[in-house]
């Protein structure tokens, strides 16, 4: 005899229901799709950590433009010769880590003029969603949908350091 308190009968064949497979899968991505975004949602940029400068004259936004260009240069040395255009092996993108961790925490050290504060939060913002973007890839054989997503972000990521791109010219040309 069956105690319905602690273990149910055995279901017959009538009462087994069997879930769309199409469901499932739009059930799964939904939730992966749910799950990326909220991990994106939110500022990733630690602002205690930025050297902000009240010096807004032309010589200290001139030399945080040579420090700018001085950190892009070494971290894509750290980054060795994997390139996110070439369609590269997955398991090579681990070795383009460093160069991201090296130009974040750069930029937090490097003296930053308020009149431009926005602009290196902003890079800060973006370099930091790359280098995730550039993990979730690395790691494709633990979560193959959250490679795909992050896959199309990459794209979206470029977009947004163009676009950060002309408005900076902009603003040191205006």
């Known amino acids: 005899m069956w105690s319905s308190s602690l273990v149910p009968p055995p279901a017959s064949s009538s009462n087994i229901v069997v879930s769309d497979p199409d469901e499932i899968a739009e059930k799964l991505l939904t939730d992966a799709v749910k799950k990326f975004d909220r991990k994106r949602s939110g500022s990733s940029v630690d602002e205690s950590r930025i050297k902000i400068s009240n010096d807004n004259s032309r010589g200290s936004i001139v030399?945080?433009?040579n420090r700018f260009e001085e950190i892009i240069a070494k971290s894509s040395g750290k980054m060795g010769s994997v390139s996110l255009?070439?369609?590269?092996?997955?398991e090579d993108l681990k070795y383009m880590i460093p160069g991201y961790d090296f130009a974040i925490a750069s930029f937090y050290n490097?003296?930053?003029p308020s009149s431009i504060l926005g602009f290196h939060k902003k890079e800060i913002e973006l370099l930091s969603k790359k280098k995730m973007a550039i993990e979730e890839l690395a790691n494709y054989q633990?979560?193959?949908v959250t490679t795909i997503l992050a896959s199309q972000e990459l794209s979206r990521i470029q977009d947004e350091f163009d676009d950060l791109g002309r408005r900076f010219i902009e603003f040191l040309n205006g």
């Not at 255009?85 to 997955?90: F, L």
């Open 142 to 144: 633990d979560d193959p």
């Open 63 to 65: 030399a945080y433009v």
């Open 110 to 112: 490097t003296p930053t």
């Open 85 to 90: 255009s070439e369609n590269p092996n997955p």
